[in-house]
């Protein structure tokens, strides 16, 4: 018998910077630089709000023993690019 799958999540998680002035490039590289066990970084895109301050928009897929909490939390902690962090969808894989 094969062993069951792990369970896992698609998560995209949004990204927003501090200003215009934000080195965005620097900010996806900090962003994908967290490395935990059943966190794997997928695509990104930036996405234009306004006032030529464009937002990460990343997909990362985790394991259900993953806590998103703890990644969103360690992700505001890049304090010098992220002013904060918002979940815009979650699917189970």
Known sequence: MA???TPKTVVTLS???W???TDMDALKAAV???VK???VWGSSTFVDIGYGIRKLQQTLVIEDSVSLDDIQ???EELEDFV???DVVA???L
């Open 3 to 5: 062993p069951k799958p």
């Open 15 to 17: 990204v927003s910077p």
């Open 19 to 21: 200003d215009a002035d």
């Open 32 to 34: 994908v630089a967290i």
């Open 37 to 39: 066990p059943g966190l």
């Open 73 to 75: 939390a360690e992700v």
């Open 83 to 85: 002013q904060s962090t």
């Open 90 to 92: 979650m699917q189970k």
